[in-house]
């Protein structure tokens, strides 16, 4: 069931739980939250949207979000949810260089969910999508077991290549934009029964990923570009396998806070160890050619190298031996810690 049901104005009365709302009711309920922008042609209401594709090539990428894997109930509100839902989703478009220009939403609830927790979610989604300059235009709701938001992004290269994880070449500088650690250090502080420090914690709830440095970067020269959602030497990792290259990451550029550094010192880990490989924070890291001036707000932290054996990431010259980086289907459990698996 699309979110095609018929809208006819009026917000109607929201009953207690998603079930005695029913399907269409839901529709109605979260249709009647959205915003549009001017990319968007036909929106909720009909079989499918059509949303405006300048460029005539469209950037497409999706994720979803499972509770108790991704997130927890009792850790984040439903705006919360929705806002890293399509966070998540919104980076991945930003990371090829494009913009963000609409969302799909494909939502799984039980029937006892109550009724204003999905219409949470979708407030957080707009809101989040908003800030990007993108639109929800549509999607599909149905009756599960465990919550599931499933998100589809679409974006617009604006008649610029995209930027892939195959063009980084030796001599090339690294550089990052946007958080890194802070994410698995909130993580670190809610599994301890923590609220604070705040900002950690909501960043691991709300990721504020760098939207604009994106396109910004393609436009002046970067050759390779990711966001950061499973581990910066994980996702790396990705860059120097498709670029044939090794990726050397000097510890000493890499900002790790003080409050961080407390964080660590009080769970017994090393602060860096977040940095490198924490994931969920949704930066943007790129290769440049060591002769590009760097964006604002960029940051160098290394150098892309011809590979000594093999496609690697180093840090000060050697690999990083510690475990790290996101597998959904190797370590790591439930909770709220998992990347987006690109």
């Known amino acids: ?12 009365r929201t009953p207690g739980t998603v079930g005695e709302l029913g399907e269409f009711g839901l529709i109605r309920e979260l249709t009647s939250r959205l915003t549009t922008t001017p990319a968007v042609r036909i929106g909720p209401g009909d079989d499918a949207a059509v949303v405006a594709a300048p460029d ?4 497409a990428t999706t994720d979803i979000l499972l509770e108790g894997r991704h997130f927890r109930r009792d850790w984040s509100t439903a705006y919360d949810v929705g806002r890293k839902a399509a966070a998540v989703n919104l980076a991945d478009i930003a990371a090829m260089g494009a913009v963000p220009t609409s969302l799909l939403l494909g939502l799984v609830v039980p029937a006892e969910l109550p009724a204003n927790w999905p219409s949470e979610l979708m407030d957080g989604i707009r809101d989040e999508a908003q800030v990007a300059a993108a639109a929800v235009v549509g999607g599909d709701v149905v009756r599960g077991d465990t919550v599931t938001v499933s998100i589809t992004a679409l974006g617009d290269l604006r008649n610029r290549e995209p930027v892939t994880r195959f063009g980084a070449r030796p001599g090339d500088t690294v550089a990052v934009t946007g958080w890194l650690g802070w994410s698995a250090a909130g993580h670190a502080v809610l599994s301890r029964g923590f609220r604070s420090p705040r ?4 960043a691991h709830r709300r990721p504020e990923p760098p939207y604009h440095a994106g396109p910004a970067a393609a ?6 570009m990711t966001d950061v959602s499973d581990g910066l030497v994980a996702d ?6 498709a670029s044939k290259v090794r990726i050397d990451l000097r510890s000493a550029d890499l900002d790790v806070p003080a409050q961080m550094s407390d964080i660590g010192k009080a769970v017994g880990v ?3 160890h977040w940095v490198l490989t924490g994931g969920e924070d949704h930066a943007l890291v790129a290769t440049f050619p060591s002769a590009a001036k760097l964006p604002a707000r ?3 932290i290394g150098e892309v190298l011809a590979p000594a054996a093999q496609p690697q990431v180093t840090v000060d010259g050697a690999p990083w031996e510690r475990p790290g980086g996101w597998d959904h289907f190797g370590s790591g459990g439930p909770g709220g810690r998992g990347g987006d698996g690109d």
């Open 298 to 300: 960029w940051r160098k």
């Open 199 to 202: 900002a950690f914690v909501e």
């Open 236 to 241: 790396l990792g990705h860059v120097a396998e």
């Open 1 to 12: 069931m699309h979110l095609s049901g018929e809208y006819r104005g009026g917000r109607p």
């Open 56 to 59: 005539r090539r469209v950037v």
């Open 219 to 224: 436009e002046l020269g970067a050759t390779a």
């Open 270 to 272: 090393d602060p860096l």
